[in-house]
C-alpha cells in the first residue's frame, strides 16, 4: 500500500540557511500534519492542513510557514535556521472520506542538520 | 500542554510478554494510539483505541485502557528481538484540534 512520501530524506544546512521540506500523503488522504522530534523527544506538532487550508497550529516558530497544495502536497519552509532546529521532521497524513479519519500515517521522516 | 508519561525503558527475554505502560491527564482523550519507532526511521502505527473501549486485541499486541485512572497499556505476546524499538503512546483530543500528543517514548530492548 501507498505511504507518505517525505523529501528530502536528509538535509544539512548552515545557519542562517533556509529550507523546504516536502511531504507527499498517501493518496485520498485530506489532511497533512507537521511534527517535529528532537534528539531523544518525542514528536511536537507543528501545523496541520485541511483541504489546503490550515487547521491547527502548535509549537511551530515563526520562521517556519507551511501550506497545502491543490494535489493536497505539503511544505514546510523554514527560515533564518538555528541549530536547535536540528530535528526530525515528520509529516502525517489522515483522510476524512476514508471512514477512518482518525488513523494517522506517518513519513519516513527528513532528518535536519543544522551546521 | 497535555501530559502523556511512560517509563523509559523495558527489557524482556525473547518469548516472554511486554507491558508497556502510559498514563495520560486529558480525559477528553477520544482516541489512544500506539506507534512504534525502530532506530532512525519514521512512526508506525501499530494500533488504536477508542476512549469507550476496555479492550482491544490485535493478533499479538493486546491494548487495555482504564479510563477511571487514565492508563493505557500495551502488552506483546511472545515479544521477539524484531520488537525492540521505541513505543510511544499518543492520545487525540476532543477538542476539535486532530493532532496527536504523544508520550515520553519506552525503549523495549529484547535479550535473545
Known amino acids: 500500500a501507498a505511504g507518505v512520501i517525505q523529501s528530502p530524506r536528509h538535509l544539512i544546512k548552515e545557519k542562517r540557511e533556509t529550507a523546504t521540506l516536502k511531504c507527499y500523503p498517501i493518496p485520498r488522504h485530506d489532511t497533512v500534519y507537521w511534527y517535529q522530534q528532537g534528539p531523544g523527544q518525542d514528536p511536537q506538532f507543528l501545523i496541520s492542513f485541511y483541504e489546503k487550508m490550515q487547521s491547527d497550529k502548535g509549537s511551530i516558530p515563526d520562521r517556519f510557514s507551511a501550506q497545502q497544495f491543490s494535489d493536497y502536497h505539503s511544505e514546510l519552509n523554514m527560515s533564518s535556521l538555528e541549530l536547535g532546529d536540528s530535528a526530525l521532521y515528520f509529516c502525517?497524513?489522515?483522510?476524512?472520506?476514508?471512514?477512518?479519519?482518525?488513523?494517522?500515517?506517518f513519513g519516513p521522516g527528513t532528518r535536519l542538520t543544522v551546521t | 500542554g497535555e501530559d502523556v508519561e511512560q517509563s523509559l525503558f523495558l527489557s524482556v527475554r525473547e518469548g516472554d510478554s511486554s507491558v508497556i505502560n502510559c498514563t495520560y491527564t486529558?480525559?477528553?482523550?477520544?482516541?489512544l494510539y500506539w506507534y512504534k519507532q525502530e532506530p532512525g526511521a519514521g512512526l508506525q502505527l501499530l494500533t488504536y483505541i477508542f476512549s469507550n473501549m476496555d479492550m482491544k486485541q490485535d493478533q499479538r499486541l493486546t491494548v487495555l485502557l482504564n479510563k477511571k485512572d487514565k492508563h493505557l497499556s500495551l502488552r506483546i505476546a511472545d515479544t521477539q528481538t524484531g520488537d525492540s524499538a521505541i513505543y510511544f503512546c499518543a492520545e487525540r483530543l476532543q477538542t476539535g484540534a486532530n493532532n496527536l500528543f504523544f508520550g515520553t517514548g519506552t525503549r523495549l530492548t529484547v535479550i535473545p
Open positions: 486529558d480525559s477528553s482523550s477520544t482516541y
Open positions: 502525517a497524513s489522515s483522510g476524512t472520506g476514508t471512514g477512518v479519519f482518525y488513523e494517522q500515517y
